[in-house]
């Protein structure tokens, strides 16, 4: 595990700016560095040591005749039986990494290679002979890979921040990309809130060559729903198949650990892993902590927990640190959360496993019940529901009941749905309070997702559209900034390969049973684990921002910041001030309909604003250990 940065292009002095740029990563891998600098690339990396701690597991590594140099970010869980087969073809080991395959791999197989893996990973592989580079990103996007082409020079790296470092870099913020953020809460494409600045999706790699890139989709999930197997069939195969892939994940030099919160995944997680410990974070505010129940599921299964109460303060104090590492703003409040959940498991171990992704997978939102519900209202014709809806967003006071419901309905699936937990500002609240409003962006977004899963059922398509923006562009980009952030390796057993081809193969009864969620999953864990807990509907990361905006010191924390002049050059301020004047006041009480996500989303972009274009260049952080930076 590590994080990566290079270039190709002419600079001067460009060991020193590889060095720069490599010192913004520092938390990525503070255990060691390592170059490879010529006169057309520089590859730099920084190393968490996982798998072979030795020196020989540096990064970068080479081929035979160093022809081939490697950056890799990730893990290949099958690594030792690629290794095998590559020993078997002749090739020569000089270490026990799995990061050694991937060259070997390239060697062997080129571009083919990613269709072999089973991990999560960004790599770049720098050919010396050919002047060639290739880069790829695992099939979930777990590990993160940007890149810039500016100035005849191309950047890439595991963080946008390392680019400020080159010469040829120009920082421009795309204001362009801040209307979907508003309604998403996070940028739901490859672009990003730097002018030029882009990510690798999932499951495409890339080639460099003679000034040109060229981007390759190489994977795409299908959710078939085509078992003939019963119910109980795939139950164990569920167990199966999560047993092998939590033992894959396992695979570590140094002790692996487990996140727990109260839900199913986690706990079914650990359980599986049989880690020595678990780590729980909360609040004090009681509805919005899950640590008691953390606790008394750890000790069910006698596992050591560690948990931790979030203070406000500390919260909010380092809210502009945590904009830092994350190099874009993501207004999910369990960011921050994350953050400090991962602070603490860093105090003792350097690897976790993790329950994201199994709601993608195996259909776990509460959300995807609602196509399943109210099935007679769906048969009022579309043009009746649509002028209902019409009439309940314009007409109809917010937080009566019935309004949500009126407004849902009278839109198709494909025109309300565009990911999990979003719709912070409708595009018609977006257009109001951005002083140079806005064109609608949503449905060019997710019109080319939904065209690939014409034909298939509701929930699946919610499924298809949540795996490509929610998980990708929030639930995975805060756990890999958020651990990496504490120099921790965050592991996701449910995103795994094998475990995505049995997901793919569920029919929708087996996923969703309106109002019970992840069905085939709540069997599986229902045999191992009390039934409390694998029953238990689906909670999320409660943060009790509501609570906190109607106090005076986080208020007005947040109007200082809507009276600044970074948001008076792109919002209307009068309308955010009312909106959090009306919060304090009490107005909106209704929890679904209040305004505290509006009022957060705009403020956390805010913060991140100030810190990467209100003082120049960003500063890193103070790091809680020691480290050793380079040249520093």
Known sequence: MCGFVGFVGEVEDREQVLTNMMNTIVHRGPDSE???VDEDAALGFRRLSIIDLS??????????DRTLVLTFNGEIYNYQELRKELVEAGHVFTSNTDSETLIHGYEQWGEKLVDRLRGMYAFVIWDTQKKKMFGARDIFGIKPLYYAQMNGTFMYGSEIK????????????????????????????NETFFKGVFCLQPGHYFTYENGKMEITRFFEPDFRGDTKKSFDEIVDDVERVMKDSVAMHKISDVEVASYLSSGVDSSYLTYLGQVDRTFTVGFDEGKYSEIQDAKEFAASINMKNDAKVISPEEYWDKLSDIQYYMDEPVADPAAIALYFLSQEASKKVKVVLSGEGSDELFGGYNIYCEPLEHTGFNKVPMPVRRALGWFAERCLPRGMKGRGFLMRHGKTLEERYFANATNIFTEREANKILKKGCEPGIQKVTKPLYDRVKGKDPVTKMQY??????????????????????????RVPFLDKKVLELAETLPLDYKVRAPKTKVALRGAAEKVIRSKTAEKKKLGFPIPIRVWLKEDAYYNRVKEMFESDAAKQFFNTDLLLKMLDDHKAGKN???????????????????WYDRYFGHGKPVH?????PVAYANA
Do not use: C
Request: hydrophobic letters at 45%.
């Open 34 to 36: 390592g170059k490879y």
């Open 162 to 189: 390392a680019f400020m470092e080159h010469p040829k870099y120009d920082k421009v913020f795309n204001e362009a990309a801040l209307a979907n953020y508003l309604s998403f809460q996070f940028v739901p494409t």
């Open 55 to 64: 020196a020989v597991g540096d990064q970068p590594l080479y081929n035979e």
């Open 589 to 607: 009480t209704n929890e679904k309909t209040d305004n505290s996500r509006k009022i957060w989303t705009v403020y956390i972009f805010l913060v």
């Open 621 to 625: 952080p103070v790091m809680d250990r």
């Open 465 to 490: 559209v949540d795996m490509h923006l929610w998980l990708v562009h929030d639930i995975l980009m805060k756990g890999d900034k958020m651990g990496m952030a504490n120099s921790l390796e965050v």
